[in-house]
Nanobody
């Protein structure tokens, strides 16, 4: 079973860059057809997809966040990272990493989530 764990600072100042890492165990981030996602949930709101990195390293981003988002990976550490630049208090949320495993019965595995607060 794939396990994911988010890590990174819980407090970021406005205008700075938020940086989070997802460490994966029980599976490889280069496994064919797997998509590794970053998703967030602002307080009192629903889940918002931020972007993803595929098994081949290709990235896709939410149009609303694309200009500020970068997702990369370190295959030697089996990790992928999120960088969100020029943050504002509206970026305060619980941030999750997730993997979608396609197949006859698709499965999603989630990290436990990490709270990030943007405040001076």
């Amino acid at each position: 079973q794939v396990q994911l764990q988010e890590s990174g600072p819980g407090l970021v100042k406005p205008s700075q860059t938020l940086s989070l890492t997802c460490t994966v165990s029980g599976g490889s981030i280069t496994t064919n057809y797997y998509y590794w996602n970053w998703i967030r949930q602002p307080p009192g709101k629903g889940l918002e997809w931020i972007g993803r990195i595929a098994d081949n390293g290709r990235t896709d981003y939410s149009p609303s966040l694309k200009s500020r988002t970068s997702i990369s990976r370190d295959t030697s550490k089996n990790q992928f990272t999120l960088q969100l630049s020029s943050v504002t208090p509206e970026d305060t949320a619980i941030y999750y990493c997730n993997v979608h495993v396609p197949g006859p019965v698709p499965v999603d595995y989630w990290g436990q989530g990490t709270q990030v607060t943007v405040s001076s």
